[in-house]
């Protein structure tokens, strides 16, 4: 069985990408005046959710 390793990199890369994200859908949102785009606010929060835990993981050694 295989496990999937990160590397900080990785972990920091979801988030600036969930960063981006949220601000892109921000933009869009409050530009075009619908209400959809609020579903790319919420991916981009949830990539950064996961990018951060993923990071603290590695940081405090959780990755057992």
């Given amino acids: 069985m295989s496990t999937w ?5 990785d972990a920091l890369v979801l988030v600036f990408a969930g960063i981006s994200l949220a601000f892109v859908g921000s933009v869009l949102t409050h530009t075009t005046d619908k209400p959809a785009w609020r579903y790319l606010i919420a ?3 949830l990539l950064q959710s996961v990018g951060w835990v993923l990071h603290i993981r590695r940081l405090k050694g959780g990755a057992r």
């Avoid at 390793?5 to 990199?9: A, K, L």
């Fill in 43 to 45: 991916f981009g929060c």
């Fill in 5 to 9: 390793t990160s590397s900080p990199r």
